[in-house]
Structures are given as C-alpha cells and as structure tokens.
C-alpha cells in the first residue's frame, strides 16, 4: 500500500536531526492522531536555505513526508520553499493512502511554521506566508 519511495524515505530519512540556533524552527501537530513534527531551517543572507533537519514524533507517513519536504526545501530561497505543497511531497513520494494524507499535510505546515519563525526573527514579511493556525502549546492541550 506504500510506495517504494516511501518506505525508501521511512527507512533511510533524509536529513533527520535538529540545527543548533536555527534561522527558524517550527512545531506543529496533529490533534488526532497526537503526531508532532519539528522542522528546523538554516537561512542564509540572500533567503537561501542552506540547511533543514526535521525530528518527527508520528506515524511512517510523518517520518517519510517530513524526510521528503526537506528534500524539496534544501537549497531553495524561502519564497520557493513557500511553493513546496503537501501535494508536492506527495507527488514526489509517488502518493500516499488516502488515510494518509493529513500526514503530508503535517510536513507543509511545519515548513510553514519555520519559515514563519524565521520572518519573524529576520523581521521581514514573506508573501503569501499566513501565520501558523496553532503553536504546539495549543495543540498538545486539545
Ligand atoms: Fe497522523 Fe500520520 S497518522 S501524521
């Protein structure tokens, strides 16, 4: 029911671990499944990202999405980054389960969440960048 590149990104993920002093970090979650995904990013000056680790707390699908997205968002400026949508990680993981795409959906967010974090700290707006629905504190409470 999972596509090679899926299990391939479960088995092997792609840039796991975390960034000390990250240009931006995000955490988001999933209220009902509990699932947790943390996204790190490192920006450099001209808004290119040099560097993304994530660390998930989830399902295989959450683990292979989030491996996946930060594929997608390596060397990519963060106006670009904005474009990777959970329909394109799901595209270039060959598709996933329909039960599984909320999933896919936890990996855009958390992109979203650490490219939000990292304007904010850069005191910059990023267009077409809306501010995260929830932080985590919020989530772990419903
Ligand atoms: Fe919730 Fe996969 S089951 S993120």
């Keep these: ?5 899926v299990m391939d990104h479960f088995n092997n993920p792609r840039n796991m671990g975390e960034i000390e002093n990250p240009s931006g970090v995000g955490t988001v ?7 947790i995904m943390r996204m790190y990013l490192d920006v450099d000056e001209a808004g290119v ?4 680790k994530f660390k998930t707390f989830g399902c295989g699908a959450a683990v292979a999405t ?8 390596k060397g990519k400026t963060v106006q670009e980054a904005l474009q990777v949508t959970n329909k394109a990680v799901m595209e270039a ?7 599984k795409v909320h999933c896919s ?3 855009e967010e958390a992109i979203h969440a650490a490219l939000w974090d990292y ?3 850069r005191g910059i707006t990023i267009e077409g960048l809306q501010e995260p629905v929830a932080d985590i504190e919020e989530i772990a409470e419903a």
Excluded at 29 to 35: E, L, R, S
Excluded at 66 to 73: D, G, Q
Excluded at 93 to 99: E, Q, R, S
Aim: glycine residues 8%.
């Design 66 to 73: 989030s491996s996946m997205a930060t594929e997608l968002v």
């Design 105 to 107: 959906l936890l990996a």
């Design 29 to 35: 979650g999933n209220a009902k499944c509990g699932d």
């Design 119 to 121: 304007a904010k700290k």
């Design 1 to 5: 029911m999972y596509s090679e590149k």
């Design 49 to 52: 990202i040099r560097d993304v």
């Design 93 to 99: 993981l060959d598709g996933l389960p329909p039960v």
